[in-house]
């Protein structure tokens, strides 16, 4: 699986690689990804337009019997049967078809085989009423639909190319026009489907450049978005609460005072291990899940120490998790802890209890669940010192963090927060995240 964290040194050499926009020579396709996300908002800002032309072009269909009862009155019936019996159906069905879900998927092919319908059916009556010249102007306004009705301009060109081809073996094999206006009314139809091509072929393209520039924008916009959060996140972590500092080393010489040496020397070995393991996550994007399950142990253990074992805690693996091999983002988990103890239990009264359990979300996500039986959101969110701000301003970059790297790897994550039993006087609270797995 590729790797999508972006570092602040990524953002700044930007400017050195950019991206070269690629697109297809004939479709003017993009590669990938950019292509569906294209595609995806293009159908959104096209539907309703294409929705009122199938309208219009309907209501003109039947609208020009009219000029059928005018020139052509003998050949009415014929007309009609082609006009209200065989076109308008097939074209309201079209736009009826465009409010179900399918056919998001198929309705450039759908416009594509509208087109081609619309133009037979011109031709049809042109070979009814042959010594009727004034169908030429259907079959071309029939052309120019089609540019406009947002079809791609390959899909197009290549629709108005069949029209133009049914209509000169029809008439070349099946009809009485003579081989003169045949060939002058080609010149103007191929002229109408060269010149709407070549507008249609400037108004796709301009249109991709324009959302492929403002997808490179995006792009570092958030690069630079997530190397500020991770720079605030790495402030943060390398601040380390002084009050953890001071009251840890302050519980160790206790023990040493105390002639203690087996529990002071391993209480300082948890607290120089995690010192350096916090280093360590300062200087990388990911960890992997012993890594992080083990500085969490550490940093678990310092704290029941330093609150005198005033709460407990339960770390659980689900099933299937390779924990020295799969690899999550760094300082993702630890800023929920440190919340949970410091905001959780410091006004509780009774034991604590915290629960860490990750699971398998999918092949590439886990889910994590950080649970405590705290005093709750509410009461929380009522302290004013300044532990608590950068501690709620933890959680925030990390929950932001999170949601960008997900986005960057398309990985879809989540993160609530809420109080496990809100009608109790300790309510506790729960932390669920899914989080991208490298």
Same mark, same amino acid.
């Given at each position: 699986?590729?790797?999508?964290?972006?570092?602040?040194?990524?953002?700044?050499?930007?400017?050195?690689?950019?991206?070269?926009?690629?697109?297809?020579?004939?479709?003017?396709?993009?590669?990938?990804?950019?292509?569906?996300?294209?595609?995806?908002?293009?159908?959104?800002?096209?539907?309703?337009?294409?929705?009122?032309?199938? %309208?219009?072009?309907?209501?003109?269909?039947?609208?020009?019997?009219?000029?059928? @009862? +005018?020139?052509?009155?003998?050949?009415?019936?014929?007309?009609? =049967?082609?006009?209200?019996?065989?076109?308008?159906?097939?074209?309201?069905?079209?736009?009826?078809?465009?409010?179900?879900?399918?056919?998001? /998927?198929?309705?450039?092919?759908?416009?594509?085989?509208?087109?081609?319908?619309?133009?037979?059916?011109? +031709?049809?009556?042109?070979?009814?009423?042959?010594?009727?010249?004034?169908?030429?102007?259907?079959?071309?306004?029939?052309?120019?639909? &089609?540019?406009?009705?947002?079809?791609?301009?390959?899909?197009?060109?290549?629709?108005?190319?069949? %029209?133009?081809? +049914?209509?000169?073996? @029809?008439?070349?094999?099946?009809?009485?026009?003579?081989?003169?206006?045949?060939?002058?009314?080609?010149?103007?139809?191929? /002229?109408?489907?060269? =010149?709407?091509?070549?507008?249609?072929?400037?108004?796709?393209?301009?249109?991709?450049?324009?959302?492929?520039?403002?997808?490179?924008?995006?792009?570092?916009?958030?690069?630079?978005?997530?190397?500020?959060?991770?720079?605030?996140?790495?402030?943060?972590?390398?601040?380390?609460?002084?009050?953890?500092?001071?009251?840890?080393?302050?519980?160790?010489? /206790?023990?040493?005072?105390?002639?203690?040496?087996?529990? !002071?020397?391993?209480? @300082?070995?948890?607290?120089? #291990?995690?010192?350096?393991?916090?280093?360590?996550?300062?200087?990388?994007? #990911?960890?992997? +899940?012993?890594?992080?399950?083990?500085? %969490?142990?550490?940093?678990?253990?310092?704290?029941?120490?330093?609150?005198?074992?005033?709460?407990?805690?339960?770390?659980?693996?689900?099933? &299937?998790?390779?924990?020295?091999?799969?690899?999550?983002?760094?300082?993702?988990?630890?800023?929920?802890?440190?919340?949970?103890?410091?905001?959780?239990?410091?006004?509780?009264?009774?034991?604590?209890?915290?629960?860490?359990?990750?699971?398998?979300?999918?092949?590439?996500?886990?889910?994590?669940?950080?649970?405590?039986?705290?005093?709750?959101?509410?009461?929380?969110?009522?302290?004013? !010192?300044?532990?608590?701000?950068?501690?709620?301003?933890?959680?925030?970059?990390?929950?932001?963090?999170? &949601?960008?790297?997900?986005?960057?790897?398309?990985?879809?994550?989540?993160?609530?927060?809420?109080?496990?039993?809100?009608?109790?006087?300790?309510?506790?609270?729960?932390?669920?995240?899914?989080?991208?797995?490298?």
């Amino acid at each position: 699986m590729r790797n999508d964290y972006i570092d602040y040194q990524s953002v700044h050499d930007a400017p050195e690689m950019v991206e070269k926009m690629s697109l297809h020579p004939f479709t003017l396709s993009f590669s990938g990804e950019r292509e569906r996300k294209y595609f995806e908002g293009f159908f959104e800002n096209s539907i309703s337009q294409v929705r009122v032309i199938i %309208i219009l072009a309907t209501c003109l269909y039947g609208i020009f019997y009219i000029l059928d @009862l +005018i020139l052509v009155p003998g050949q009415k019936t014929a007309f009609m =049967i082609i006009r209200f019996g065989i076109i308008i159906p097939f074209m309201l069905s079209v736009f009826l078809f465009s409010y179900y879900r399918l056919y998001k /998927s198929i309705w450039q092919m759908v416009s594509f085989f509208t087109i081609i319908i619309g133009g037979i059916g011109i +031709i049809l009556m042109l070979l009814i009423a042959p010594n009727n010249y004034t169908y030429f102007g259907g079959i071309m306004l029939v052309l120019m639909t &089609g540019f406009f009705a947002k079809l791609r301009f390959y899909l197009s060109t290549i629709a108005g190319l069949i %029209i133009i081809s +049914i209509f000169n073996i @029809l008439a070349i094999y099946f009809s009485d026009i003579l081989p003169k206006y045949i060939i002058n009314n080609n010149f103007f139809l191929i /002229s109408a489907n060269l =010149i709407g091509m070549l507008a249609a072929y400037n108004i796709e393209y301009y249109a991709r450049r324009d959302y492929f520039q403002n997808d490179i924008l995006n792009q570092r916009k958030e690069a630079v978005e997530t190397a500020n959060i991770i720079l605030e996140q790495k402030a943060l972590l390398s601040m380390m609460n002084p009050h953890f500092i001071f009251n840890t080393l302050g519980s160790i010489q /206790s023990f040493m005072l105390q002639e203690k040496p087996t529990e !002071s020397a391993y209480y @300082l070995s948890q607290f120089s #291990r995690l010192i350096r393991q916090n280093l360590q996550a300062i200087k990388t994007g #990911r960890i992997s +899940i012993e890594e992080e399950i083990s500085t %969490i142990k550490d940093y678990l253990e310092l704290e029941r120490l330093r609150f005198q074992k005033k709460f407990d805690y339960e770390i659980f693996l689900g099933e &299937g998790i390779e924990k020295d091999e799969m690899m999550i983002p760094s300082m993702i988990l630890q800023p929920i802890v440190e919340n949970a103890i410091l905001h959780g239990f410091s006004f509780l009264d009774g034991k604590g209890m915290i629960f860490i359990g990750l699971e398998k979300h999918s092949e590439n996500a886990l889910k994590v669940i950080i649970r405590d039986n705290g005093v709750g959101i509410d009461k929380t969110s009522k302290q004013n !010192s300044q532990t608590g701000k950068d501690l709620h301003l933890g959680i925030d970059l990390t929950f932001s963090r999170l &949601g960008i790297i997900g986005r960057n790897m398309n990985i879809p994550t989540q993160a609530e927060i809420y109080e496990v039993n809100p009608l109790s006087p300790n309510p506790g609270t729960e932390v669920r995240m899914i989080v991208p797995l490298t």
